[in-house]
C-alpha cells in the first residue's frame, strides 16, 4: 500500500511538473463518474450532497492503494499475477486519460510512470536480504519503508504545490480579471427581498450560488481562445467568439436556475441577474432546418445537454450567459460562456464552459444525464419552501412570522398557502417578483400556541395549477409533495 501511495504522489507530481490539465487519478476519477450509474450517483448526492466529488477521488485513492497491497502480497510468490495486476491498473489509468478531452502522451506517460514506481518501490521494500538475521532485515525493511513514506509525503506535496500555480489556471484567472464588460449595476427590484431573518436573500451572491457539475476540476478557457461552433440542422453554420457576443451586446435578465435533483425543501436553487446574449436571434441568424427540434450542447470537458428548440426561440430570456450578478461568470459556474433558459432544470438548458452547438432531433440522441436515467425534457415543477421558522426548532408563544420562497419559472406564482397541523390553508403575503422567471418570497403571520405543531405550504402557479401533495423522488424529472416543518411552540 504504501508503494500505491508512492506511485499516485509520483504520478501526480510529474502531471504537475508536466503542467498536464487533467492529472492521472483526475482522469480515472471521472471515468468513475461518467461510469456511476444514475440512481447510484443521485443516493450519493443525497447521502454526501456537493461531497460526491471528494469521495470520487478518494474512492479511486482508496481503491489503488488496496490494490498495491494486493500486487505487494503477490510480489515474491506469484510474480506473474503481481505484474499482470500492475499492467490492468495502467491500462485503465492510461483508457481514463484517453478517453478524456484533454489526452495527451504526457497524461500516458504520467500514468505508466506511476505503474512504474509502485512496482520500483515494492522491489526495493521486498528485495530478498543478503542478511543473515530475520532481525537486521526487518530493520531495513523499516528504514526503507520511513524513507519511502517521506519521499511520497515531499513528493505529493510539492506536486500540489506546484499544481496550483498551474500555469493555465494563472491565464485564465487573469484574463477573467482583465474583462471590462459594460454591465448596469445589480439593484434588487424593490419589495422583492422581505429581508427576514434566516429567510433566503431574494438576490443569491455568487458566492452562495449553488453548484452542481460533473467536473472534478472546473474547466479552465481563456476568453481570447473560446469559441462556440454550430452546426447541425441549420442552414448556415457559424463559429462565434467571445468578442463577437461582446459586440452584440449583452441583455440582462433575473432568471432563477434549479436542480433537478433538489429534493423538497432543499437548497440547490438559486436567483441572480445573469446578462448574456439571447439565444433565439444566434438560432435565427443561423437557420433552424424544419424538423430539428433539440438543441445538443457540449461543453469544453464533454458534458451533453439536450434543449427543445421551443423553449430557445419561444421570447422567453434564453441566454447565452457571460455575466452573473454583474461579474463574469466565476469559472466554476461556466467561464467564459454558458447558457441559461428559465423554466427548465440546469441539466437540460444550462450548460457551463459549453462550446459546440448542435441543432438536432431529440430522437438522434441522447445527453449525459437522459443516458442515466432522467427525463428527455425537464420543464421545471412548481415548489415552495419554508425557510423559517427551522425545521425542529423552538419558538416563543405568540405572533410570529412564518416565511420561505416559491418558485414556478416562466409561469410565475399566483398564490401561496401554509397550513398549520389540520387547519385550513390560509394565504401568504407574496412579495414582488419584477418576472415570472424569478421566485418570490412569502410571508404570514401566525398566532402561535404552546405544544408542537406540523407547518405546510403549497403555491399555486399562475395557470391555476396547484402543487401536488403527492411526494416524488427527483428522479427522473423533479420531486413533488409539499415542504413540511415541524416547531415546538414553548
Ligand atoms: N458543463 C456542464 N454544465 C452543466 C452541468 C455539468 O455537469 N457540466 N450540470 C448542469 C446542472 S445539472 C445544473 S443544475 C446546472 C448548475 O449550474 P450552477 O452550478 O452554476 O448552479 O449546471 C448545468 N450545467
Ligand atoms: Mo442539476
Not at 119 to 137: I, K, N, W, Y
Not at 206 to 232: C, K, M, S, V
Not at 337 to 349: A, T
Request: aromatic residues 6%.
Amino acid at each position: 500500500m504504501l508503494a500505491a501511495a508512492a506511485a499516485i504522489a509520483a504520478s501526480e507530481a510529474l502531471a504537475a511538473v508536466l503542467d498536464l490539465r487533467e492529472s492521472p487519478l483526475l482522469s480515472v476519477g471521472q471515468s468513475v463518474i461518467a461510469l456511476t450509474p444514475g440512481p447510484v450517483a443521485e443516493a450519493i448526492i443525497g447521502v454526501v450532497g456537493t461531497g460526491d466529488k471528494p469521495l470520487a477521488v478518494a474512492s479511486v485513492a482508496v481503491a489503488i492503494l488496496v490494490l498495491g497491497g494486493v500486487v505487494g502480497r503477490w510480489w515474491q510468490t506469484r510474480r506473474l499475477a503481481a505484474f499482470s495486476l500492475v499492467a490492468v491498473l495502467v491500462v485503465l489509468a492510461v483508457a481514463s486519460v484517453l478517453s478524456r478531452p484533454y489526452a495527451s502522451p504526457e497524461g500516458v506517460f504520467a500514468s505508466v510512470a506511476g505503474g512504474v514506481v509502485l512496482m520500483g518501490v515494492l522491489q526495493l521494500l521486498l528485495r530478498e536480504g543478503q542478511h543473515t538475521t530475520v532481525d537486521a532485515s526487518r530493520r531495513i525493511f523499516l528504514r526503507t519503508a520511513a524513507a519511502v513514506a517521506v519521499a511520497t509525503v515531499v513528493v505529493g506535496a510539492a506536486g500540489q504545490a506546484l499544481a496550483s500555480r498551474h500555469r493555465r489556471r494563472e491565464v485564465v484567472e487573469r484574463a477573467r480579471a482583465a474583462l471590462k464588460i459594460p454591465t448596469r449595476a445589480v439593484v434588487v427590484p424593490a419589495g422583492a427581498d422581505l429581508d427576514i431573518q434566516g429567510q433566503a436573500p431574494w438576490l443569491t451572491s455568487n458566492r452562495d450560488f449553488y453548484r452542481i457539475d460533473t467536473a472534478l476540476q472546473a474547466p479552465l478557457i481563456d476568453p481570447a481562445e473560446w469559441r462556440l461552433r454550430i452546426h447541425g440542422m441549420v442552414d448556415r453554420e457559424l463559429t462565434l467568439s467571445y468578442q463577437d457576443l461582446l459586440d452584440r451586446g449583452l441583455t440582462d435578465a433575473w432568471i432563477t436556475i434549479c436542480c433537478v435533483s433538489n429534493e423538497v425543501g432543499g437548497d440547490l436553487i438559486g436567483n441572480t441577474v445573469w446578462g448574456g446574449v439571447p439565444i433565439k436571434g444566434i438560432l435565427e441568424e443561423v437557420g433552424v432546418r424544419a424538423g430539428a427540434d433539440a438543441l445538443l450542447s457540449t461543453s469544453e470537458d464533454g458534458w451533453t445537454c439536450g434543449t427543445p428548440i421551443d423553449a430557445l426561440m419561444d421570447g422567453r430570456d434564453a441566454l447565452l450567459a457571460l455575466t452573473m450578478n454583474g461579474e463574469p461568470l466565476p469559472v466554476p459556474h461556466g467561464f467564459p460562456v454558458r447558457q441559461v433558459v428559465p423554466g427548465l432544470y440546469g441539466y437540460v438548458s444550462a450548460t457551463k464552459w459549453v462550446t459546440d452547438w448542435e441543432v438536432t432531433r431529440f430522437a438522434d440522441f441522447e445527453a449525459y444525464w437522459t443516458q442515466r436515467g432522467w427525463g428527455e425534457r425537464g420543464p421545471v415543477k412548481t415548489q415552495s419552501r419554508i425557510d423559517v421558522p427551522a425545521d425542529g426548532s423552538t419558538v416563543d408563544a405568540g405572533t410570529m412570522t412564518i416565511a420561505g420562497v416559491a418558485w414556478a419559472q416562466h409561469v410565475g406564482i399566483e398564490r401561496v398557502e401554509v397550513r398549520i397541523d389540520d387547519a385550513d390553508w390560509r394565504e401568504a403575503t407574496l412579495a414582488v417578483a419584477p418576472n415570472p422567471d424569478t421566485w418570490v418570497q412569502w410571508s404570514i403571520d401566525w398566532d402561535a400556541e404552546p405544544g408542537r405543531h406540523d407547518i405546510q405550504v403549497r403555491a399555486t402557479d399562475a395557470t391555476g395549477a396547484t402543487q401536488t401533495a403527492e411526494r416524488a423522488d427527483v428522479l427522473p424529472d423533479g420531486a413533488t409533495g409539499y415542504d413540511g416543518i415541524t416547531v415546538s411552540v414553548g
